[in-house]
């Protein structure tokens, strides 16, 4: 089954707004239960969007994700714990980001610790990989096993199982100036890398491997009809339920 993530980044505006993205999601998740439809709100709407969902489905359509935690509660002014995003029902949560490692500052070592601290509280990390800009196919290469190695250092195989890797280059992220999807083609390429690497380190030979770009309903089948890609994480199209609606159902058909 394909999963599709929906990164709602830090969007909409206004509780309202996200109460009705988020019903009109979960709409049409309903309608394409054949696909694993996952979606990461911001903290603030989280609570009520879970309240909502849980309160009128007892097999809800869709899980919730956060885009972030820190490493544990305690002294961390301004941050959320693992605890508290699991306690209020979120099952996934986004690691390594680039906006997160690019904008925000964040280092390879500290998106290892959320990692191995998403994995001890039983969240699902959706850990991101891919390079700034568009380059060779070593620098590419190269790029991606290291972060592979760096962000998932200390994890032990049994937990690695968990954990899904989405390969997403930042040139391609819709947001990014002159932005454009990747190609199949070098998606593929890098998926590749992403289960050579966790089979060689890990030992994992089915490792669940996403795409993130620009994933729009034109191109999202291009991707996700080759069995090597497992899912998406869509950005930008999440925020319009019909668009993510039409990727849910392509989705579901493949
Ligand atoms: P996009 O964003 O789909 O708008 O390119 C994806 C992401 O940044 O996760």
Known sequence: MKIIIANWKA??????????????????AEQCREVETVVCPPFVYLEEL?????????????????????????PFTGEISPEMARNL?????????????????EDDVRINKKVLAALRIGLTPVLFVGEKERGGDDDQENLIVNQLLQDLADVGPARMAKVLVCYEPVWAISTSPGSHPDTPANALKAAETIRRTLLKYWNIASARVLYGGSVSADNITRFLEHPEINGAVVGGASLRAEAFGHILKLSSQL
């Open 89 to 105: 029902g979120a099952q996934y949560v986004l690691v390594g980001h680039s906006d997160r490692r690019y904008i925000l500052g």
């Open 50 to 74: 879970a309240k909502w969902l849980f309160a009128n489905f007892s097999s809800p359509p869709l899980a919730l994700g956060v885009q972030d935690i820190w490493e544990s509660a305690g």
């Open 11 to 28: 969007n909409p505006s206004s509780l309202p707004e996200a109460q009705d993205l988020f019903r009109a999601t979960v709409i049409k």
